[in-house]
């Protein structure tokens, strides 16, 4: 069984208003083994929305269409549909009267153009409107399949179709009220269940070659990844007839691309890596503390580690040392080493960590120096130039600190390179906390 979302509206068309509908229609019919043909956006014109029934309506079993049944001159999905079903729009006595009293409960006259929402094309059925004034509309659509060739019909099959108000809260409870039971009983106990593993520090191509077959079109249940935000995550969906036969194939779909890509996978679905951090530092029967010292990055590292409720567990303070000034006097750093390795070296930020490690007495303390841009580079230290410090116990001496540091060269703009640093020195750190070596 598949489903087309059709939203209308110009706001949405235009990118004034973020079509949220679409997705969270998307989530709801997964629960159900509810299959999704496409989703489509269609401006406030007549014509156009009719095409677009015609269109969706061929390729789904079941059209849900949110928006365009208010009161004003725009709004003409009912119309739309009324052309496409051949039929005429009739007045719903039940659902006027309803609309005067809604009104009357206010101790006001109901406009006259509201009466076009209680307005349904003739045979479909009124879908009632718990939050707002416009009544929801039901029909079924005949297709016919025609061979070209003779101009007969050669098969006949049918679209559901459910027009919803584009308003979320009222087309949210629509849905579940009126058209989620409908859906939920046609799939017949069919679902989808959903996983989404997240990884950091390779790119994408680079996890589709670890993954191997398990990324083949087709298998069930599938894997294909995603990337945002420099976070590459693997999403994988099981559509089985049963939730038991789904579960269980999603957990072993699960295990294996675990098995494949290993620690580069450090967390699931809505963790992130401040959360895989925090649970990692909180975990040894020693209280675990960290902070940071940040030229290139001015504080992002920090954020990420703050933004949490509970962070001051385990963060404790932080340095923006962004000139070299800075850098000497706020962190001690030398200033022979800066003039002679530069700003941007390892030198540098191995003494920005063992000294913000020594004066925040934390267990360990990153240090992060580089060249964002979009100025800044030369033939040697490129734009993207990152180098990142992590200072730990020395394993050999509780009093002692040793130094972990890497330089790396990071891709993308400005903005992107930022972020980039910030969180491959939280990986530094997840790598640490699980006494493993940075695997790239």
């Known amino acids: 069984m598949n489903a087309f979302i059709l939203s209308i509206g110009d706001e949405l068309v ?75 729009l009739e007045m719903n006595e039940i659902w006027l009267a309803r609309l005067h009293e809604f009104w009357s409960k206010r101790n006001a006259v109901m406009p006259e153009m509201n009466k076009i929402q209680a307005m349904i094309p003739r045979g479909a059925m009124m879908l009632e409107n718990t939050a707002g004034t416009a009544a929801g509309i039901r029909a079924i659509l005949t297709l016919c399949d025609v061979d070209l060739k003779t101009d007969s019909a050669t098969g006949i099959a049918s679209c559901d179709i459910f027009v919803m108000p584009g ?69 994988i969906n099981a559509r089985f007839d049963s939730r038991a036969e789904a579960s269980e194939r999603l957990e072993s779909t699960t295990a294996d691309c675990e098995a494949a890509l290993g620690d580069l996978i450090f967390g699931r679905d809505e963790q992130t890596l401040p959360h895989v951090i925090a649970k990692l530092l909180g975990q040894g029967e020693n209280k675990l503390t960290v902070c940071t010292a940040e030229s290139c990055t001015g504080g992002l590292l920090a954020k990420m580690l703050t933004d949490l409720p ?75 130039t990152v180098c990142i410090a992590l200072a730990k116990p020395d394993p050999n001496d509780r009093a002692g600190t040793v130094v972990y540091k890497r330089t790396f060269v990071l891709t993308g703009d400005r903005e992107m390179i930022r972020d980039r640093a910030a969180k491959m020195a939280l990986t530094m750190l997840r790598f640490e906390l699980l006494s493993k070596p940075l695997p790239f």
């Open 310 to 384: 509970g962070s001051s567990a385990y963060f404790t303070q932080g340095w923006v040392t962004y000139s070299n000034l800075a850098k000497y006097d706020r962190l001690g750093v030398p200033t022979d080493v800066i003039n002679v390795y530069g700003a941007v070296s390892e030198p540098v930020v191995e003494a920005m960590a063992r000294n913000a490690r020594r004066l925040a007495k934390t267990t360990y303390a990153l240090s992060i120096s580089g060249i964002a841009g979009p100025d800044g580079g030369s033939a040697t230290k490129p734009v993207g």
């Open 14 to 88: 235009l990118g004034q208003t973020v079509d949220t509908n679409s997705a969270w229609l998307s989530q709801q019919l997964a629960t159900v083994g509810c299959g999704i043909a496409g989703h489509g956006t269609v401006p406030d014109n007549q014509k156009m929305i009719e095409d677009a029934i015609r269109s969706a309506a061929g390729r789904c079993d079941v059209l849900l269409i949110s928006g365009g049944i208010g009161p004003t001159e725009d709004d003409l999905s009912r119309q739309a549909l009324a052309v496409v079903l051949g039929a005429e």
């Open 167 to 235: 308003v979320p809260k009222e087309m949210k409870i629509m849905f579940t009220r009126e058209v989620l039971p409908f859906i939920k009983e046609r799939s017949g106990g069919a679902v989808i269940l959903q996983r989404t593993l997240h990884t950091f520090g390779i790119g994408e191509s680079a996890v589709a070659e670890k993954l191997g077959q398990l990324m083949n079109r087709g298998r069930n249940p599938s894997v294909g990844t995603t990337v945002a935000n420099q976070i590459v995550s693997l999403r």
